[in-house]
């Protein structure tokens, strides 16, 4: 079976897509599963930082400069079904590469058939043109539990939809029981008229898994977060 590709978005930035796409791509890796994990977003690219991987030779922007071949800048660890695709941090304004992602389906399309998981971390924005690139492609929508966020993602779930586009569900990050007026599972999944709703719970925990550059699920498995993300990443592996 080819890889099933899911294209972790949000309507906004900071809710939380980086770490989703950090921590359900190692929690899915645990599982035994093959798993490539792609950071796409080539204006603020972070992921290598949450594996404190820093210095790497080959990057998402040299494979798609034709730098390279995408096999050199996949990188492995202790963990041989994990794979990491990272981008590197430029200075503002300098990695004009934008347009070149159109030629990533061709590159996913090849790495399709060794992996059972692709994730793609990628820019906060409506902008759904980058998932339309990808055949076969899944979208996964992170939000967090206020209203104006969760509007937002109604409209995004909404335009992916009209897309024909399949948007697998919602995660809720930073839930807090102590926060009285946040948006409850049911009121989101009754607003979001969407059948999967997950939520992460807030957790100072994050910061220290970014700190001590270990993904939370590995760093700390057993914090409320983790426990969530290895949740969702259990019934993903499912769907
Ligand atoms: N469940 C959580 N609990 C506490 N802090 C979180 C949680 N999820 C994310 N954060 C923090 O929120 C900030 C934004 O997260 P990030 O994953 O970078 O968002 P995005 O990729 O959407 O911009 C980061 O400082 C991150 O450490
Ligand atoms: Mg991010």
């Not at 992170?142 to 586009?165: G, V």
């Not at 993904?215 to 019934?235: E, G, T």
């Amino acid at each position: 079976m080819p890889a099933k590709v899911i294209v972790v978005m949000s309507p906004k930035g900071g809710v939380g897509k980086t770490t989703t796409s950090v921590n359900l791509a190692t929690a899915i890796s645990e599982l035994n599963k093959k798993t490539l994990l792609i950071d796409a977003n080539l204006e603020t690219p972070h992921v290598a930082i949450y594996y404190g991987f820093v210095g790497f030779k080959y990057s998402l922007e040299d494979v798609l400069n034709e730098r390279t071949k995408i096999e050199n800048a996949i990188y492995t660890g202790d963990n041989p079904n994990f794979h990491l695709l990272p981008s590197r941090v430029t200075k503002r304004g300098e990695n004009k590469l934008s347009h070149k992602l159109i030629q990533i389906n061709a590159y996913i399309e090849k790495l399709k058939g060794r992996y059972d998981f692709i994730i793609i971390d990628s820019r906060p924005s409506y902008d759904i043109d980058f998932i339309k690139l990808i055949k076969d492609a899944n979208s996964l929508i992170i939000s967090n539990p206020d209203i104006t966020s969760i509007i937002e993602a109604k409209k995004l779930k909404e335009e992916l939809e009209d897309a024909n586009l399949n948007v697998l569900g919602l995660v809720i990050n930073k839930v807090n029981s102590r926060i009285k007026d946040q948006m409850t599972e049911k009121e989101t999944r009754d607003l979001m008229e969407i059948k999967n709703v997950w939520k992460i719970r807030e957790d100072n925990k994050v910061y220290n898994a970014l700190k001590v550059g270990i993904p939370l699920v590995l760093s700390s498995p057993k914090s409320f977060a983790a426990k969530d993300i290895i949740n969702i990443a259990k019934q993903l592996t499912k769907i």
